[in-house]
């Protein structure tokens, strides 16, 4: 069983960056693709960003493709989602999660989720 453990949250105006952090722990970390997806008031969770075991390969959904980037670091059993020229829209709160089972990985289904953090942008 593993744990995820999202941080970095937080309020920013519109254009500035944040950083967010995944911390697992329990399991191989390094074994599994690690994805973040986010969810709006009232709106379904959608997919945000995925990377693979080795982080290789990156996907991006297309609303945060050119500002946002995955990164992982598997020697610290982390995931990082670096946040740049954000925009009001992109308010959520924010969910790591790890091994995915669905067709892609754009696919909600992942079998291990965080408890997620705030991001709100303000403009």
């Known amino acids: 069983q593993v744990q995820l453990v999202e941080s970095g949250g937080g309020l920013v105006q519109a254009g500035g960056s944040l950083r967010l952090s995944c911390a697992a722990s329990g399991r191989t970390f390094s074994s599994y693709a690690m994805g973040w997806f986010r969810q709006a008031p009232g709106k379904e969770r959608e997919f945000v960003a995925a990377i693979g075991w080795n982080g290789d390969s990156t996907y991006y959904s297309d609303s945060v493709q050119g500002r946002f980037t995955i990164s992982r670091d598997n020697a610290k059993n982390t995931v990082y989602l670096q946040m740049n020229s954000l925009k009001p829209e992109d308010t959520a709160v924010y969910y790591c999660?790890?091994?995915?089972?669905?067709?892609?990985?754009?696919?909600?289904?992942?079998?291990?989720w965080g408890q997620g953090t705030q991001v709100t942008v303000s403009s």
């Open positions: 999660a790890t091994d995915p089972y669905g067709a892609t990985w754009y696919d909600p289904r992942w079998a291990s």
